[in-house]
Nanobody
Framework: VQLQASGGGWVQAGGSLRLSCAAS????????MGWFRQAPGKEREFVAA????????YYADSVKGRFSISRESGETTVNLQMNSLKPEDTAVYYC??????????????????WGRGTLVTVSS
C-alpha cells in the first residue's frame, strides 16, 4: 500500500489542524491505519490508529480527547483532526499501515508501509 500525508503547517497553541493520508495500491480492509509523530531529538511515537473496516480507534494518552482519527465511507483517505494543539505537539507526522492479521501494535517498527512526513509546528 502506498501512502501520502498532507495538511501540516503552522498554528498557534489552542488552534486546530487536519491531516490527511491518501492510500492506494491494495485492499484497505486488510489494514490498521496509523499516525505517528517524531519531534526533533526524540523517537518516533504512536499517535492514533484506526481499523479500516470497523473504524475502531486507538489513541495515545497524550492526544486523547484532542485528536480524532477517522475515514470517510467510499474514500481511501484517513484523517487526523487535531484540536487544542500544544507546542509539545510540534513534530513531523507520518501515516502508516499494518496488516490486521498481525494485530495492532503501537510500535513504529510494527508498521510496514509509511508515507512521507508532514511537519506540524505549534507556537506558544
Amino acid at each position: 500500500v502506498q501512502l501520502q500525508a498532507s495538511g501540516g503547517g503552522w498554528v498557534q497553541a489552542g488552534g486546530s489542524l487536519r491531516l490527511s493520508c491518501a492510500a492506494s495500491g491494495d485492499t484497505f480492509s486488510k489494514y490498521f491505519m496509523g499516525w505517528f509523530r517524531q519531534a526533533p531529538g526524540k523517537e518516533r511515537e504512536f499517535v492514533a490508529a484506526i481499523t479500516w473496516t470497523t473504524r475502531s480507534t486507538y489513541y495515545a494518552d497524550s492526544v486523547k480527547g484532542r485528536f480524532s482519527i477517522s475515514r470517510e465511507s467510499g474514500e481511501t483517505t484517513v484523517n487526523l483532526q487535531m484540536n487544542s494543539l500544544k507546542p509539545e505537539d510540534t513534530a513531523v507526522y507520518y501515516c502508516a499501515a499494518r496488516l490486521r492479521i498481525y494485530g495492532l501494535t503501537r510500535q513504529p517498527s510494527g508498521f510496514g508501509s509509511w508515507g512521507r512526513g508532514t511537519l506540524v509546528t505549534v507556537s506558544s
